[in-house]
């Protein structure tokens, strides 16, 4: 990618704009990896867990699909809209079409090109350029195996020459979200490289208690990660299961919305069906977004060194 291609996927948020700053805050909330502290919480988002290693999902990986869906039929639209304008408008006026009206079909197709290709090009650009990230923690070796948020490669790193900390992810009207980071430095000082790790924390409002709660939230499920790091693979319970690349609308749907849960009452759960299915009509493009682009976007490739350390099982595959 140039360098105009990486503006426009930061401006578009494929590319996140944080990948090579460490803010105030980051620097005020750093993780000490040889310090235990008392509040543990299990990952929100663990891939696997198995042979000493743990694969977390990178923060924003259940809402992945979003450009993929949104920035396709956006594309499609607007460039569809310039097409008619310039193809199928001027046939239809009840005039003769004078020199006005084709120079105005002339310039409308670049225009269209012009607008609609942002998008596509960030829709194209999460799918096989971005495509699927994720962090190994190898507790035996201490090595972590990330893809990088810099350039979505693969990157192996010590356990204890990456800074983690938290770190603000997105905000806007909607609220704030703030992740779980880890930093590798120049000797300068600047970042050479960073990734994100397990889901991000949603902060609806910019409270002191709402704060707490997500500084809170954060820190105990990196304590999950530091012990796991630290006393062993069996500090913790294991966690079964893994992360299905081929998931159905449904698991997709209830990933994007991995809280929402039916009541087991009847009447309860009548009114759970309803209100989900409103609630997912205006999320239903994100969710069959979000089911391609696990199905069918580019998986990293990592050497085969790191794949004989962690054993071929770990890694998420289709």
């Known amino acids: ?20 700053r460490f803010s105030t805050f980051s620097q005020n909330h750093i993780f000490y990896v040889k310090k235990g502290l008392d509040i543990i919480k299990v990952p929100d988002f663990i891939c696997v867990r198995d042979k000493g290693c743990l694969v977390l999902a990178e923060s924003w990986f259940r809402e992945r699909g979003i450009y993929l869906s949104w920035g396709t039929i956006g594309g499609i639209v607007l460039l569809g809209f310039f097409l008619y304008i310039s193809l199928i408008l001027p046939w239809t006026l009840e005039r003769d079409v004078g020199f006005a009206d084709v120079f105005i079909s002339i310039i409308m197709i670049p225009l269209g090109l ?14 096989r ?37 938290l770190a603000y992810s997105a905000g806007g009207v909607e609220g704030y979200y703030y992740e779980l980071k880890g930093y590798l430095f120049n000797q300068d000082g600047s970042v050479r490289d960073s990734f994100s790790f397990d889901d991000y924390h949603y902060m609806p409002k910019n409270s002191d208690t709402a704060r707490q709660t997500m500084i809170d939230d954060l820190t105990a499920r990196f304590e999950y990660i530091r012990r796991f790091m630290q006393e062993g693979a069996e500090a913790e319970e294991p966690v079964k299961g893994a992360l299905d690349l081929t998931p159905t609308l449904s698991e997709a749907a209830h990933r994007f ?16 069906s309803i209100v989900r ?42």
């Not at 580019?298 to 998420?316: A, K, M, N, Y």
């Open 1 to 20: 990618m140039n360098n105009f291609q990486k503006k426009a996927l930061e401006e578009v948020g494929v590319l996140s704009k944080n990948r090579l």
């Open 114 to 127: 012009l607008f609609s290709s942002p998008l596509l090009f960030a829709a194209k650009s999460e799918l």
């Open 129 to 165: 350029t971005q495509g699927l990230q994720y962090t190994i923690f190898n507790q035996r070796s201490k090595n972590i195996h990330f893809v990088s948020d810099v350039d979505f490669n693969t990157r192996t790193c010590r356990w204890n020459e990456c800074t983690f900390c």
């Open 257 to 272: 919305q991995p809280r929402s849960k039916p009541s087991e009452g009847k009447t309860a759960h009548i009114i759970y």
């Open 277 to 318: 299915i409103l609630f997912l009509i205006p999320f239903s493009v994100q969710v069959v977004g979000h089911s391609f682009f696990c199905r069918y976007c580019r998986l990293p490739t990592w050497p085969q060194s790191v794949i004989d350390e962690c054993g071929e099982d770990i890694f998420p595959k289709r």
